[in-house]
């Protein structure tokens, strides 16, 4: 009786982790087209930055699909959650006084004060990201379930090269460092999806889920190559029946 509990709540749990991840990695490389307009009209001759940025794209496209993966192999669909589950989406909401798809590109290009900030917001995410991968590669149920545990593992090395091209920008420019204000919104966002939002969501029997994938409109090219995660799917399985 007792380990059919432990099995159902680590089955939920991954079910409700998993749901919050591939939404932010969705979100992660839709936002990063945003940022990509501005600096694409801001500072088109730095060709480095913007290869990192490009790069940046890639990674979070290859952790969604990963997400994506990981799903199919379950045999469900994410649970439906929105962007008040998004932490870029929440720090943007509390920094800029709106939502990301209502950032105003220009105004960003215009005013540096704004895409300065902007960079600032994204790093502290990453390496709020890092900080919980950290977290989470220790957690029980997700080491039981060995393909998560991969696509952890490819998140954690791929984060600090996320971070470092927004904080490299800041330095050259010299632009300063995020103030304890800003990383106090960030352990705000982060604290409130992790100890509110993520306890309703688990303990929600009638949250819906998604009917389709997050880029099930896009156009995306080919996913970058991912960790083979058929191998290692038959033996993740938590035995509980699937919801
Ligand atoms: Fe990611
Ligand atoms: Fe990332």
């Known amino acids: 009786m007792e380990n059919r509990l432990i099995a159902w709540f680590g089955h939920r749990y991954l079910d409700v982790l998993g749901s919050i991840y591939i939404y932010n990695e969705h979100r992660g490389y839709t936002a990063i087209d945003r940022v990509m307009e501005a600096v694409l009209l801001r500072a088109s001759d730095d060709a480095e930055f913007i290869a990192a940025i490009g790069k940046h794209r ?8 990963m997400f ?3 799903f199919e192999l379950r045999g469900t669909m994410p649970l439906a ?7 870029i989406d929440r720090f943007i909401e509390i920094m800029f006084r709106r ?11 215009d005013r540096e004060e704004l895409f300065e900030r902007l960079c600032r917001v994204i790093s ?3 390496q709020r990201g890092f900080k919980q991968v950290e977290i989470l590669l220790k957690n029980r149920f997700v080491r039981e379930d060995r393909a998560l545990t991969r696509i952890f593992e490819v998140v954690h090395k791929d984060e600090p090269s996320h971070w470092e091209p927004y904080d490299q920008w800041l330095k050259q420019h010299a632009r300063r460092e995020p103030k304890w204000w800003e990383r106090l919104v960030d352990t705000f966002v982060h604290s409130e999806l992790l100890f509110l939002k993520l ?3 688990f ?5 819906r889920r ?5 880029d099930a409109y896009e156009n995306n090219s080919a996913p970058a190559l991912t960790p083979n995660l058929n191998t290692v799917s038959k033996t993740s399985q938590l035995a509980v029946p699937k919801t």
């Open 99 to 109: 939502s990301i798809d209502q950032l105003d590109t220009q105004a960003i290009v």
């Open 81 to 87: 959650v929105d962007r008040t589950f998004g932490h």
């Open 203 to 207: 303990l929600n029997p009638r949250m």
């Open 124 to 126: 502290l995410t990453e």
């Open 210 to 214: 998604r009917t389709d994938w997050p």
């Open 199 to 201: 306890p309703i969501l």
């Open 68 to 70: 994506r993966r990981w």
């Open 58 to 65: 890639t990674d979070e496209r290859k952790h969604y699909v």
